[in-house]
């Protein structure tokens, strides 16, 4: 058991362990909130927590929201003015000032953040790592994506080993394209119907596209890079984007256009440039039948995307959705629209 409490000592509280991390944030907010150059903050489980004493000493200061939820909050003890944890309805997971300790919680800090807002008079002189909040924001992703990756790859294990199995037999012995596709959707239909892992994956799409639009260039840059070599997440995104073609039937629907656009500009064309050009013919076709006008969208993500050669294509998404007009693909894809 490890013991906490404010200057006054009429807020106690003790928590089982903590579990980390261990951070020492520099940013603005903290600074202000503490005093002090920074603010060591240490991981708990909600569950890990217990208020002994001084429920009703304990007042909430809310900071007006920066960018994004969740907004800045800092519980103080009404009395000496000490901060003191608050963990909030429903969070598993939140953060104590280890200042208030009064015996060692066992972990030690494990690095530095936004240390690009650190105090002038202040300098760090340990080798503990720094992150700056684009750093953050990619690990910080990559801690969210990484149990959704798990889980998608032990979903598509076995429709990868179906498809390795009967690719190696396509062809020999009258087994043809047909007998592949029913033997591969089988195996799929079973897996979907065991579990969607695509869900979830959506969900966090849903905050990441706008989010990713809205961030500064350094910011979108660490979220292609915290995706990239994620199959499952790539997956995801590709889905995504025939998901929000699906969405559009009116021009009140135009931000299914841009959030699909920005899956294209996060995937950034990592795996397999066709792949995506395809879907993107989907959205254009799709929001052109929803009466819009796609390219000024194209133009906009475009301006926002990648310049560099992608991965898994000859040309930079950039490039990619700025010219999409012109590509084959969507004039093969309007003539099937035609045809119809
Ligand atoms: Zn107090
Ligand atoms: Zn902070």
């Known amino acids: 058991m490890i013991t906490g409490s404010c200057l006054c000592g009429g807020v106690r509280f003790a928590i089982q362990r903590a579990v980390g991390p261990f951070e020492l944030c520099h940013c603005r907010r903290c600074r202000k909130a503490s005093g002090g150059a920074f603010v060591a903050g240490l991981g708990v489980r909600a569950a890990d927590f217990e208020l002994l004493e001084g429920k009703e000493l304990i007042a909430t200061y809310e900071a007006p929201l920066l960018e994004s939820p969740p907004p800045y909050r800092v519980s103080f003890c009404r009395r000496c003015g000490s901060p003191v944890p608050n963990p909030q309805r429903g969070a598993t997971w939140f953060e104590i000032p280890a200042g208030l300790l009064d015996d060692d919680p066992g972990l030690r800090p494990d690095k530095h953040i936004f240390v690009e807002l650190k105090a002038p008079w202040f300098a760090i002189t340990d080798t503990l790592p720094q992150y700056d909040k684009p750093a953050l924001l990619a690990l910080r992703l990559a801690a969210q994506l990484e149990p959704l990756e798990r889980r998608y790859r032990e979903w598509a294990a076995p429709i990868d080993r179906v498809i390795k199995e009967k690719t190696a037999r396509l062809n020999r012995n009258g087994y043809g394209a047909g007998d592949w596709w029913r033997d591969v959707q089988s195996v799929r239909a079973a897996q979907q119907a065991k579990d969607d892992p695509y869900a979830e994956m959506y969900a966090l799409l849903d905050l990441l596209c706008p989010r990713y639009l809205a961030a500064p260039p350094v910011e979108r840059a660490a979220i292609r890079s915290a ?79 990648d310049s560099d050669k992608p991965a898994g294509g000859p040309t930079p998404v950039r490039e990619m959705l700025a010219h999409f007009h012109d590509y084959a693909v969507l004039a093969e894809r309007k003539a099937r629209a035609g045809a119809r």
Not at 234 to 253: E, F, K, N, T, V
Not at 262 to 283: G, K, M, P, T
């Open 227 to 305: 995706v990239g070599g994620r199959v499952g997440m790539l997956s995801a995104l590709l889905g995504y984007i025939h998901r929000a073609a699906r969405q559009i039937h009116s021009p009140a629907d135009e931000h299914w256009l841009i959030h699909g656009l920005a899956a294209a500009s996060i995937e950034n064309c990592h795996r397999d440039f066709r792949d995506v050009l395809l879907a993107l013919a989907e959205l254009y076709v799709a929001a052109e039948a929803g009466g819009m006008d796609p390219k000024p969208a194209f133009a906009r993500v475009a301006a926002l995307s």
